[in-house]
Structures are given as structure tokens and as C-alpha cells.
């Protein structure tokens, strides 16, 4: 069994090859935010790679499977820093979720339950990350929100389906199928500098539509969060 804070799971491996690449830019010890986490995966992925993660989905069962594959949750608030907490937040609003200390330059994973579009924002008006993860995820309405938690000098780094996705099997509802080039508009508006763009179809885990950026906040900005 893992020692508590410990991140190593055959979960980690099916990450996206696009998100370890950009995570492989950050320092050990920077924060994480994975957005829409599901089943943890990139979560995993940062942990192992020294980072501290904050993993945050509505779906509390799917956080509970990242929790016992960790095997740090609770335990993991044994010997952490005065006050921090590590574990599952619940309710309409996610509290910002407590760190343990990192062990031998392991990482760290914090899970927070929210509805991530329906609920109150889940996130305190301070809080930024060095990187925001998104992977297979869309919601239009917030997305500029999502953007203003890259800290500066941070990254957005952001993959999902797009249009003509639909040819291939779900998603199909242009709901969750980005239009050409939206990435890129999106990602400018909010203010950030591109790095890297790619889309098209990708044949693996499946055959699929996709758009995959990732995108710096300049150090000396701040981003001003709008709905749109």
C-alpha cells in the first residue's frame, strides 16, 4: 500500500499525452487545478510528478475512486502543515481544500465536490494556480471564469472535443463540440498568450474530434473574470 501522499496508480498512465507534456513545464511543488476531474487521471499524473493538485468534480463517487487509488485522503492530514486538511469537500459551494505537506518531493492531491456549472463558483476570488487542466470537458458559460484561475506566469492547458466529433460517436450535441477555432479565440479573450494549438482527429484512446491548447497568463497581468 502507498505511503500516505504517495501518487501511483495505473490510472495516471491513460493521461492525455498533450496534458504530461505541458505538465512537464512546472516546477515540483507548483499547484494544479483539475477541472471536471472524473476519474482523476491527470490528477494522478501531476501528483507523481511532484505538484500539488486540487481535483474538483460534482460527481462525489468517481473523487471517492481518486481518494482510495491515492491512498492519502484522510490519512494524509496526519503530520500535515497547522490546519490544512486533505480529503472531499461537500455542499453547494466547495471550500478551498487544505494541502498535506509534500514528502520527498512527492506531490499532493486536495478533492473538492461541486457542481461545477449549475452551483455557486467553487472557488475563492484569490485563488490561482500555476496550471488549469481541462480534458474532455466544455461548459461555455464559465469559461472565462476557469481562465482567471491561471495565476500569472501559469498555464491553461485545455483538451476536448470539437466539431465533426459527432462522425466518430459521442459527444455529438454541439453543446459539447468546440466550433473551429475556439480554443484560440477563447484563450485570447481571457487574456492568454498561446503556446501551443493543435486539431484535428486523434486515433487513440479512439478515434475523435479534438482541440488541445495551452495558453500563459504574462506574469505581469491579472485577469478581470466575465461570463461569456
Known sequence: ????????????????PWILRWLERLPPGATVLDFAAGSGRHALAACERGLRVVAIDR??????????????????TTGATTGATTGATTGATARPAGRADDVAGRGSIALRVADLEAGPWPFEAHERFDAVVVANYLFRPRFALLAALVAPNGLLIYETF???????????????LLAPGELLVRARRAGLTVLGYEAGIVQQPAPAAIQRICAIRARDTEAGATLG
Not at 500500500?1 to 492525455?16: F, G, L, Q, V, Y
Open 59 to 76: 460527481d462525489e463517487q468517481a473523487l471517492a475512486r481518486l481518494r482510495d487509488a491515492t491512498c492519502m485522503a484522510t490519512r494524509a
Open 162 to 176: 470539437a466539431q465533426g466529433n459527432e462522425r466518430h460517436g459521442r459527444p455529438s450535441s454541439p453543446a459539447f
Open 1 to 16: 500500500m502507498s505511503e500516505p501522499n504517495e501518487c501511483r496508480c495505473a490510472a495516471s498512465r491513460s493521461a492525455s
